[in-house]
């Protein structure tokens, strides 16, 4: 028992361990995007139900000589493939369409590992319950759930804060060969089992199961389908939501996976984990409060929208894994019913990854998962025929419960039509929904163009003559960037670098002989800015858009020794309310003062309703200390009458001719205690919470 119970554990371990572990390895390479976490999730999904379907074929086609024999030959395949680290050898020259490629990385780094390891479980509970009947198999599902939940609690507070990305693949790899000695060990026990005349007391008990075991109907197979795919789209759905106007960050990827696995074990360990009556209320309850949470959006605070999220999720999957047990077969069908939970949980990756995008404009899988986890548990409760309410079927009980779900079906629909108000256009692709607003239309001095990321606003531009060509938002004249072009001492044939495309505001600050040059991922954004927007248009200055991710591409163009020499670089890319973290590490900064000219100026944007990046700015400043570098924050409130917003920016420069203007000093806020503290972030290493205001 205790091996079994050993091998079943690392492998779940080792299971969600490499999840978090490779999604943040590569989130840089894709660009900071929540799709990139969606994605993994659905690739892992997609190979845990090939695993599972393995293992299904192996008990029910084979006998236990094959299966020891075919396990121990993917085991030795496995072993030759480590260690797991990524290559960049896989990266494409452009990512604009990033799902494929990234799924192609996963299967090259760890495909056959997680197929061995998916198949485990299943295949464990197959073969302890054929030497140890007296033992119910389900209790190693609870401890498989029990070591895929440590792996998620632990990474994010215990891993990922004291190991750097590359001990933790080499880590991952070393533990991989443990579970490979025990996993030989549990081969060895079934082959001894069945060839050196061992008893096999389970044989017996199978056969009587065999003549008593209820068959499987097509009926239960959809409930359990149906169970297992809306408790996995609401996972990503969930993820989404909070990645999508907070950060990209492993914490907010495992806190959604953590619950999901918790209602799993305590579903999967006794029934009475889950009362029906009690999970009831507490949905309607949690669908109550997350509708208010969605009305009220981004003016919720992040303890508060994690929160209701998550409990949202929590109760939903305690609710539909609770009817998922109910439903459950007997162990000779526990192979089935496995294929069946991992087969559901990866149409509902599929969906959320996949379909959702090309159908929904937003993010609103969210909703429908909502509303189709309430349509669930009515479903269950018509269909049970021991429950109170099937009996008779009240009138006026069923009628209270669907005049319930209309109403949260309609207030649902209400809430994204109010998120489309005003919209010209909306279009959704892997890095997220982007919307074009019309505001004020009829008020001619005031009728604006607006660029949405989400629910945050990266841009706007005026429609009248009188106003169109101001730079307006986060780029006014008194905002970093506006002081670092306005006040350069250079004043004519500036070379601008720019990181975030947006409307393309800075390029009204450009004269003749000036050059802008614009890094963007999201092809999206230079179409929209392109026919909405006029800045990049109307400019004076020449203007180049660089599609892709800024890191990549200057990195490139440094290895092709191609520096931009430029005498300002900003960098205004937010992949949610945050810089991306990628492009703020130790190993990066270099790039910027490689394409920056040596009395150059580079600006960062770090205007955050729930970050403080200061720190990390401030960390990075202190590497250019020597070469006379100074940190400026430049804190603007923001005009009414200039039509700029309240922002912060930093701005580090060795130029002593911009450093003594006078402009500039008066421009300078002073370092709070906050400000002054240090936070280097590197490639191994970055935790953006320990940012949180």
């Not at 799993?264 to 009475?272: A, S």
């Not at 404009?361 to 021991?386: C, I, M, N, P, Q």
């Not at 130029?655 to 191994?684: C, G, H, M, Y």
Request: aromatic residues 12%.
């Amino acid at each position: 028992m205790i091996i079994y119970a050993a091998t079943v554990f690392i492998s779940a371990f080792l299971l969600f361990l490499v999840q978090p572990i490779l999604a943040k390895y590569i989130l840089p390479w894709f660009g900071g995007s929540p799709g990139v976490w969606t994605t993994c999730l659905l690739f892992f999904q997609v190979l845990l139900t090939a695993g599972y379907g393995m293992s299904h074929l192996l008990v029910q086609k084979l006998s236990p000589r094959r299966q020891v024999s075919i396990i121990l030959a993917l085991l030795l395949l496995t072993i030759a493939l480590l260690p797991i680290t990524p290559s960049k050898s896989f990266l494409p020259e452009s990512i604009s369409t990033p799902t494929w490629h990234i799924i192609k990385l996963l299967f090259a780094s760890v495909g056959m590992s997680y197929f061995l390891l998916s198949s485990i479980s299943p295949l464990l509970q197959s073969w302890f319950h054929r030497t140890l009947a007296g033992d119910s198999p389900y209790r190693l599902y609870t401890l498989s759930n029990l070591g895929s939940l440590i792996a998620i609690v632990g990474y994010p507070f215990v891993i990922e804060p004291n190991l750097g990305l590359g001990f933790q693949t080499r880590f991952w790899s070393c533990l991989y060969l443990v579970f490979a000695v025990l996993l030989g060990l549990c081969a060895l026990q079934q082959w001894k089992a069945r060839f050196l005349r061992h008893p096999l007391p389970a044989m017996p008990v199978q056969e009587h199961e065999k003549s008593t075991a209820t068959p499987i109907r097509w009926k239960d197979c959809v409930m359990w389908l149906s169970a297992a795919a809306l408790s996995a789209g609401m996972l990503m759905a969930t993820t989404n939501q909070l990645c999508q106007d907070v950060a990209v960050v492993p914490l907010l990827w495992l806190l959604p996976m953590g619950l999901y696995l918790l209602s799993y074990i305590l579903c999967f360990h006794h029934e009475r984990w889950y009362s029906r009556l009690g999970f009831g209320i507490a949905l309607a309850v949690a669908l109550g409060q997350t509708c208010w949470i969605l009305y009220q959006g981004i003016h919720i605070g992040v303890p508060l929208q994690i929160f209701s999220y998550s409990f949202t999720l929590f109760v939903i999957c305690m609710m539909l894994h609770g009817e998922l047990v109910r439903l459950k077969p007997s162990p000779r069908h526990l192979t089935s019913f496995y294929l069946m939970i991992s087969a559901g949980s990866a149409m509902g990756g599929a969906f959320v990854t996949l379909i959702a995008p090309q159908i929904f404009k937003g993010y609103w899988e969210f909703h429908l998962g909502l509303a189709g986890s309430a349509l669930f548990f009515l479903t269950v409760l018509f269909r049970d025929r021991e429950d109170p309410l099937h009996g008779g079927r009240p009138f006026w009980a069923w009628s209270v419960l669907c005049l319930a779900f209309v109403v949260l079906a309609a207030v649902l629909d209400s809430q994204i039509q109010s998120t489309l108000t005003d919209v010209v256009t909306i279009k959704r692709n892997f890095f997220g929904t982007l919307k074009i607003l019309n505001e004020n239309p009829l008020d001619l001095y005031e009728h604006r163009i607006v660029l949405m990321h989400g629910r945050i606003e990266h841009g706007y531009q005026f429609v009248s003559h009188e106003k169109h060509r101001m730079p307006t938002s986060y780029f006014g004249p008194n905002s970093g960037a506006g002081i670092a072009i306005r006040l350069h001492p250079r004043k004519s044939n500036l070379r601008i670098g720019v990181i975030g495309l947006g409307t393309g505001t800075l390029a009204a600050y450009g004269r003749q002989g000036d050059y802008f040059r614009f890094y963007e991922i999201n092809p999206d954004v230079l179409h929209f800015c392109n026919k909405y927007f006029t800045y990049c248009k109307d400019s004076p200055a020449q203007v180049d858009v660089v599609l892709g991710d800024a890191r990549i591409s200057m990195e490139r163009e440094k290895s092709r020794n191609e520096p931009g020499n430029f005498d300002i670089f900003a960098v205004d890319a937010f992949s949610s309310d945050a810089i991306p973290v990628h492009l703020l590490t130790r190993e990066f900064y270099s790039s910027y003062w490689y394409h920056l000219k040596n009395d150059g100026i580079l600006a960062l944007h770090i205007s955050s309703r729930y970050f403080n990046l200061s720190p990390v700015i401030q960390s990075l400043a202190d590497l250019s200390r020597e070469s006379g570098a100074q940190a400026l924050l430049i804190e603007d409130p923001g005009s009414h009458s200039q039509e700029t917003d309240a922002t912060r920016w930093i701005l580090i420069t060795a130029n002593k001719e911009f450093l003594a203007d006078p402009q500039v000093k008066s421009a300078v806020s002073p370092w709070t205690e906050e400000d002054s503290q240090r936070l280097l972030f590197t490639d191994d290493y970055s935790n953006i919470f320990r940012l949180l205001k």
